[in-house]
Each structure stands twice: as C-alpha cells, then as structure tokens.
C-alpha cells in the first residue's frame, strides 16, 4: 500500500468516539408540548467526558447532550428520549429500529456511511500530540517517522490507536510503541506525566478539558505535516439514524443549522472546552 493510499484509506476509518464499557441504565425524556408528537430514542454510550457522561446526580449531561436537547427544543413534532447503553449496542438498535439516533461523537467511515444516516456536523475537531513539560521530543514533532523508536499508550478501536497501527503496518523498520490500555483518559495523561510513555496523541478540546480539570504538568502541540493529514482526513463528528429515517435527518439538520446560527452552539462549546467547536454551515 502506497503512503498516499494509506492516509486516504485511514482518513476514511477513523473514529472519534471512544467504545464505552457501561450497561443500559440511563433514561432521560424531554417532553413535548405537542400531544401528537413522535418518540425519538436516543442512544449514547455515556462516555467519553464531556461529550457525554454521568453527572454526580446520576444525570446523563454532556456537550453532545446538551446539544442534542437544542436541537429538539426546536423541533416539538417530536418527543426526545435519551438512553445510555454499550457503544456498539448504539449501532444495532438502530438497526433494528429500537434506536432511531446515536449520539456520542460519532465520526465517519466507509461502513458506516453504506449502513446509516448522518446529520450535518455537531462538532469539528482537531489533534494536539501531548508530552510531558520539558520534553525535547515536544520540539521536533512534525511527522508520523518522528514519533518512531519513542511509545504511546491509546485504546483500542480508537482513531489515534488505528493510526498507529497503519502507520506501523507501513513502517516495519520504523515502529512506534503502543501500549494497549484499558485505562481512562485521565490514567492515560498521568502516564505520560510520570514519563512512563512519550507521547499522546488525541483531541484537542478534550485535553483542554482535562487541563482544565486537573491541571497536569503536560504540554499540547497542535500536530502538523502528516500527522494533521492522516488524523485531520475526517474532522468532524455528527449524530447517527437509520438509512430510511430522511425526514428525522432533515429536520435535525435545520434545528442544527438554527442552534449554530443563534449562538447556543458556541455557548456549549464555551461552556465544556472553553473555545467554540461549532462547525459553519453554508447560507
């Protein structure tokens, strides 16, 4: 496979969302005024903070929650009801028609595009590589042949974990270290503060989350060169329907465009990442 071939094939597979480990046992439903209205089920994973998770209170909350509620407060033909479930329990319920939306941060690949439908973007992303305060390495990362001969640590089925796996098919002589975790996000940051990995690379408005919370000794560099190209093919993430659910799309997709355009969008954005995510829609 040649290195263009490569980027163009996992740009097309990458995934934002992260696989969450919990059961059903989260509903929420938004009333509508109107009496007639029809249910819409949403299901999440519940992870990962702050996308979408688990208040204190035992509430299901989040950007893409929040976001997703809205977007329905402008659409009252419909009821919305929210449950959490296994990550890849969302895709087959809503292929069996149990679920007719998936909302956890959701991005595009090939399989899923021939099998499901997806909204306009909720949310466009970008990629910081993070190193410990004071790392030379932090210097002189440009490239993918930069990170060889150093370790990471990632999840699998996650989009920077199956970057690296291509990357490493391709670069036999040239591998990169990857440590298989099962270990949250936070666990994974606290390994490269203790230097026990070189690097991490991952979103960047979740690691300005987590400064933001926990206010680690890490630096983030926005990565660049083809690091950017291969990570950055597919930016965006959106909710999910079935194939046949046209009209559910295209009504999500006018609410969207409408809590862009009015700022409650940017509000949310501001409100969990301290910067706007929001993604621009054409007149």
């Not at 819409?40 to 893409?64: E, I, M, R």
């Not at 990550?87 to 998936?102: A, H, N, V």
């Not at 993430?237 to 559910?248: E, I, N, P, R």
């Amino acid at each position: 496979m040649t290195e263009k071939k490569w980027k163009k094939y996992l740009a097309a597979g990458l995934l934002i969302a992260s696989v969450g480990l919990v059961t059903v046992s989260q509903s929420q439903t938004v009333l509508a005024s109107n009496t007639d209205a029809k249910t819409v089920v949403a299901a999440t994973g519940g992870q990962p903070k702050p996308f979408t998770y688990v208040d204190s209170k035992g509430k299901l909350t989040g950007h893409n929650i929040e976001l997703l509620k809205a977007v329905f407060k402008k659409l009252p033909q419909y009821k919305l009801k929210i449950v959490k479930t296994e990550f890849s329990s969302i895709f087959t319920g809503i292929s069996s028609g149990r679920y007719q939306l998936g909302v956890n941060n959701i991005a595009k690949n090939a399989e899923r595009e021939a099998n499901y439908a997806f909204t306009d973007p909720i949310f466009k992303n970008s990629y910081v590589a993070i190193f410990k305060k004071g790392s030379k390495l932090a210097k002189s990362v440009n490239s993918w042949d930069d990170l060889a001969g150093h370790s990471t640590v990632g999840s699998t089925g996650v989009n920077t974990s199956t970057a690296i796996e291509a990357y490493n098919k391709e670069h036999s002589d040239k591998q990169i270290t990857l440590n298989y975790s099962a270990e949250d996000l936070k666990a994974q940051l606290q390994g490269i503060e203790s230097g026990k990995y070189d690097f991490l690379l991952m979103d960047k408005p979740m690691f300005e989350y987590y400064q933001k919370e926990y206010d680690m000794d890490l630096v983030g560099k926005d990565v660049t060169g083809d690091l950017a190209d291969v990570l950055m093919g597919e930016p965006y993430s959106y909710f999910v329907a079935g194939k046949d659910d046209t009209q559910l799309v295209k009504d999500v997709n006018k609410a969207l465009k409408e809590v862009v355009e009015d700022g409650t969008s940017k509000k949310i954005n501001v409100k969990y990442f301290g910067s706007d995510y929001s993604p621009t829609y054409d007149k």
